[in-house]
């Protein structure tokens, strides 16, 4: 093939960029978006077939931005620019989601920071746990992953979720993690951990407004739930007693 010659499905691949131009990524399959980004580094080739292998491999959208760079390159058709392109992507609409949360009140517009939660906790592997800072106005000031693993008062230290809290110079903070399996429900160790890291965040005069645990299609909040306000509650009762 020359380079005067069209590749196979050069008009699909234009049809493609045109209607993203057109309407943006309305009514396109997951397929079809991995397609048009391997297009960007793959100049003269049909992508479809590629990304739809992708797309098989790693079950979900979501599991192809995560995926590493080693193991996207085992899928055939992927080569190295192809998944530093995926990579890129992924690592910009981070940026983007985080920079957007930053300064806003999650307290009074929690969209934003459900957004920002479910893209990048959602289709991660293990469990991740995150804490948002926040000053006293409740603005985020920042975003932090203290630990990676199965989540439990053992693996989560109360200590250095205090000193990322006081580097931050925060005045309360935010909790989030997933669960891989997909079900938000928390476990015992959560409830437990959550009960955990609010007692010592009381200790320095720091609140916990919040625990999020993101699964694959909704969450689960412990303050929605009622338990902050138990937490709390059982803190007050405890420093009163005698």
């Known amino acids: 093939m020359t380079d005067n010659v069209a590749h196979k499905g050069a008009g699909h691949r234009q049809r493609l960029r045109d209607r993203f131009l057109r309407s943006g990524m309305d009514g396109f399959h997951d397929y079809e978006v991995i397609e048009l980004l391997l297009t960007l580094g793959t100049p003269r080739k049909d992508c479809k077939d590629t990304a739809k292998r992708a797309l098989s491999h790693f079950k979900t959208l979501q599991g192809?931005?995560?995926?590493?760079?080693?193991?996207?390159?085992?899928?055939?058709?992927?080569?190295?620019?192809?998944?530093?392109?995926?990579?890129?992507?992924?690592?910009?609409?981070?940026?983007?989601?985080?920079?957007?949360?930053?300064?806003?009140?999650?307290?009074?517009?929690?969209?934003?920071?459900?957004?920002?939660?479910?893209?990048?906790?959602?289709?991660?592997?293990?469990?991740?746990?995150?804490?948002?800072?926040?000053?006293?106005?409740?603005?985020?000031?920042?975003?932090?992953?203290?630990?990676?693993?199965?989540?439990?008062?053992s693996s989560v230290y109360p200590r250095e979720v205090i000193q990322a809290a006081m580097r931050h110079h925060a005045a309360a903070l935010i909790f989030a993690h997933n669960h891989p399996s997909g079900d938000p429900s928390p476990?015992?160790?959560?409830?437990?951990?959550?009960?955990?890291?609010?007692?010592?965040?009381?200790?320095?005069?720091?609140?916990?407004?919040?625990?999020?645990?993101?699964?694959?299609d909704g969450y689960f909040s412990f303050a929605d739930h009622g338990y902050m306000a138990r937490f709390n509650q059982d803190f007050d009762r405890i420093l009163k007693q005698p």
């Not at 760079?69 to 620019?81: A, C, H, N, S, T």
């Not at 929690?110 to 289709?123: E, G, I, P």
Request: avoid cysteine.
């Open 64 to 153: 192809v931005f995560e995926a590493p760079i080693d193991e996207l390159m085992q899928v055939r058709g992927i080569g190295p620019k192809n998944a530093l392109g995926i990579k890129l992507i992924k690592a910009a609409a981070d940026r983007y989601l985080q920079t957007n949360l930053i300064q806003q009140d999650p307290i009074s517009d929690s969209r934003a920071l459900f957004d920002f939660l479910k893209y990048t906790l959602r289709d991660k592997q293990r469990e991740v746990f995150q804490t948002v800072f926040l000053n006293a106005k409740n603005r985020v000031l920042a975003t932090e992953t203290l630990a990676e693993g199965s989540l439990t008062t």
């Open 187 to 216: 476990s015992a160790e959560d409830i437990a951990l959550t009960r955990h890291l609010v007692w010592a965040s009381r200790m320095v005069d720091i609140s916990v407004h919040e625990h999020i645990i993101i699964g694959a």
